[in-house]
């Protein structure tokens, strides 16, 4: 952390940005300059799409788990590189940080969830890493993207970090920032914001739409007529539209007899659901939404079309990381590398891929048995190796790799009948 006391220069910036802020509250903004402001746009559809808002459709809050979930549920293990070339798992104090607890309040899981959902939804995921004076790191604070002003200056990214209690500044080396999809040096980009807006805005709008529709009976309209020749008094038209709207419109009113005089007769103009297009479009935008998140629509509930992702868990599995989960858990990775041990080339982070096999057994057991050596391969696994996996002790002699790519006991070659015995 920066203190401003001592450094003059980040002193005004932290003032000039007061300023400017002072000037943003006092001019009269109109309601687009608030939208952009406060990270809002108001698509075609005429519904205002924010953070919060936009957590409000179901298909963005399941897109948004289902990443954040597969994120945090994947190992994290640190590996240190061999003079050989290869690499082994390391015993690092950062392990714990990592994968259990890396702040007081936070549990490793819920740490991964807010990283990848503000960098799903804002384009930016920030966390401070908290130093003791040797500069090496004791813990990781999670920053709200709304708190955080990025600026480049010189080169390098300082965080103007602004809460309820304290102002302060962090050089880039003290942030952990994930960006998203589409970074330009300072910033990601929001799927919300570019992507999935019109969809997210649509998606809104048809869910108050069906709500306001169901809440209505499900009947918006209904004509009531008269025989020629009676027709009611501009008074009493208003007086019977009232006592209809009061009566017979809204939940828990329907099915009462009416009570119509001088012949009036009532007349239902029926729209369905259908009618209107209303299931179309809501699924419709349930599929420009998972495309926007770059999630198989299949997964979160949206089962109407076919898929080319193959069939059965793994094949789902092994196109969703590899598709969707591979570029962040890239970006994670890298990130990192370079500032939890910057311009070192001993120890390293990587996500374990295999860990989202977990639950299927028989894809797990046949993975773990080629990797011990079966017929006809060669195994690179040890016992122990698999073992540990497992959370299983050790055993006596398991620490060698089996090769038991030779044939059967069982088979025998045949001779040649031709052939002399001796020869055979």
């Known amino acids: 952390m920066l203190g401003f006391g001592k450094s003059k220069k980040l002193e005004q910036d932290l003032a000039a940005l007061r300023e400017e802020l002072a000037a943003v509250k006092s001019q009269s903004m109109t309601g687009d300059q608030l939208s952009d402001f406060f990270g809002a746009s108001r698509p075609s559809a005429g519904v205002a799409v924010t953070t919060e808002t936009a957590k409000r459709s179901a298909a963005v809050y399941a897109c948004c788990r289902l990443i954040a979930g597969a994120v945090s549920l994947l190992p994290l293990p640190i590996y240190e590189r061999t003079a050989t070339g290869g690499r082994k798992k390391a015993d690092h104090d950062l392990w714990w940080l990592l994968n259990e607890s890396p702040h007081q309040t936070l549990t490793a899981c819920s740490f991964w969830e807010w990283m990848v959902s503000s960098m799903l939804m804002r384009g930016d995921g920030l966390a401070q890493i908290i130093r003791d004076r040797n500069g090496r790191p004791l813990g990781l604070m999670p ?30 080396d003290d942030v952990l920032h994930f960006a998203g999809y589409g970074f330009n040096g300072v910033q990601g980009e929001s799927v919300i914001r570019y992507a999935a807006r019109q969809a997210v805005s649509t998606a809104l709008a048809a869910d108050e739409f069906s709500g306001e529709f169901f809440a209505n009976g499900a009947t918006p309209s209904v ?12 008074d009493q038209q208003d007086h019977l539209r009232s006592q209809f709207d009061e009566k017979h419109t809204g939940s828990g009113k329907r099915h009462k007899p009416l009570l119509l005089v001088n012949g009036g007769k009532v007349e239902p103009v029926s729209l369905t659901a259908g009618d209107a297009q209303l299931l179309e479009t809501r699924k419709f935008q349930v599929i420009e939404i998972a495309r926007a998140f770059g999630v198989p629509p299949h997964m979160v509930g949206e089962t109407s079309a076919s898929t080319s992702w193959g069939s059965g868990i793994e094949q789902m599995s092994i196109g969703f990381v590899r598709y969707t989960l591979g570029p962040h858990l890239r970006r994670i990775e890298q990130e990192l590398n370079r500032k939890l041990w910057p311009r070192s080339m001993r120890y390293f982070v990587e996500f374990n891929r295999d860990g989202l096999l977990a639950g299927d057994s028989k894809t797990e057991a046949e993975v ?36 038991t790519s030779e044939a059967p006991a069982d088979e025998t070659v045949a001779a040649d009948p031709e052939q002399p015995a001796e020869q055979a």
């Open 368 to 403: 773990l048995g080629k990797s011990l050596g079966g017929p006809g391969t060669q195994g690179w696994m040890t016992v122990n190796e698999v073992r540990r996996l497992k959370n299983l002790p050790p055993v006596e002699g398991g620490d060698s790799i089996q090769f």
């Open 223 to 234: 004509v009531i007529t008269y025989p020629e020749g009676v027709a009611p008094t501009a």
């Open 143 to 172: 920053l709200p993207r709304e708190c955080v002003q990025i600026e480049s200056r010189d080169g390098q990214l300082v965080y103007y970090v602004s809460d309820a209690k304290s102002q302060y500044g962090l050089f880039a």
